[in-house]
């Protein structure tokens, strides 16, 4: 018999069990202003509000239906990632600790 126990960790994507919140509503609308009837301007200004706000990922997310498998895969890519990220930015406050 084999007396392996079964790792208890959980995978990268569920080590966080901070319970999710979602975003908050927009209290007021998106607003641009209009200058010298300049109208590309101003949607290459809205464009930017509404990437900052998130309002362009929302849309591109809800184009098309996940299947949960899909949903799964994808939630585990962006927690891999937001890993590396985190882990570049220590090894980068590292260096420069170092090098002081």
């Known amino acids: 018999m084999n ?29 641009v202003e209009i200058r010298n009837n300049d109208i ?3 949607l290459k200004v809205l464009k930017g509000k509404m990437a900052k706000d998130g309002i362009l990922a929302e849309l591109k997310r809800r184009r098309h239906a996940l299947k949960p498998s899909e949903k ?7 927690a891999l990632k937001k890993l590396r990220k985190s882990r570049g ?6 260096r420069t600790n170092t090098t002081d």
């Open 72 to 78: 799964i895969r994808q939630k585990h890519r962006e």
């Open 89 to 94: 930015k220590r090894a980068r406050q590292q």
């Open 3 to 31: 007396d392996y126990k079964r790792d208890n960790r959980k995978p990268a994507w569920k080590q966080n069990d901070r319970p999710q919140t979602p975003m908050e509503p927009r209290l007021c609308p998106l607003e």
């Open 40 to 42: 590309d301007q101003a």
